[in-house]
């Protein structure tokens, strides 16, 4: 099985800007500890990391997961509560899709407590931190064993 884990704006910066709120693992060393993780917990899956700071190369890179991917976890940062174009990506791909946030945003400002994009994952998981992406690829695995079973 592969998962792409997508990122939206900033999120190159995690570890760098607003450790308060994100942490201080950057970016690289979350993807490595991803890796880990799914090798520790024995997980027969293969991560493929993306992140870009431009909602049309988020789109781009989730049209390439068609055919390419069997889910998706994504982060879409500040685009969650902003983009129609990359939550109609989701849609149109229609792979298993969870969204996770590393605050929680139902914590901030009420500009961030709405989400247009949560609307195309099977579920969403907010403010856990960096483990938000470990329970998400989990949720993803599961998915996509419960297909496999079916």
Do not use: W
């Amino acid at each position: 099985m592969k998962i792409a884990v997508i990122n939206g704006p900033n999120i190159n910066l995690i570890g760098i800007k607003e450790s308060h709120l994100y942490g201080d693992l950057r970016l690289d060393e979350l993807n490595g500890e991803l890796e880990k993780f799914v090798k520790l917990g024995k997980f027969d899956v293969e991560l493929d990391f993306f992140q870009s700071n431009l909602e049309g190369e988020i789109v781009d890179k989730i049209q390439e997961c068609l055919g390419t991917v069997d889910g998706i976890v994504i982060n879409p940062s500040a685009y969650a509560h902003t983009s129609m174009a990359i939550c109609d990506a989701l849609y149109m791909v229609a792979l298993p899709c969870v969204e996770v946030h590393i605050s929680n945003v139902y914590k901030r400002e009420v500009g961030r407590q709405k989400m247009l994009t949560a609307a195309a994952s099977q579920a969403v998981i907010s403010g856990m931190g960096t483990y938000s992406y470990q329970l998400g690829i989990m949720s993803v695995y599961q998915i996509l064993l419960q297909r496999l079973s079916v």
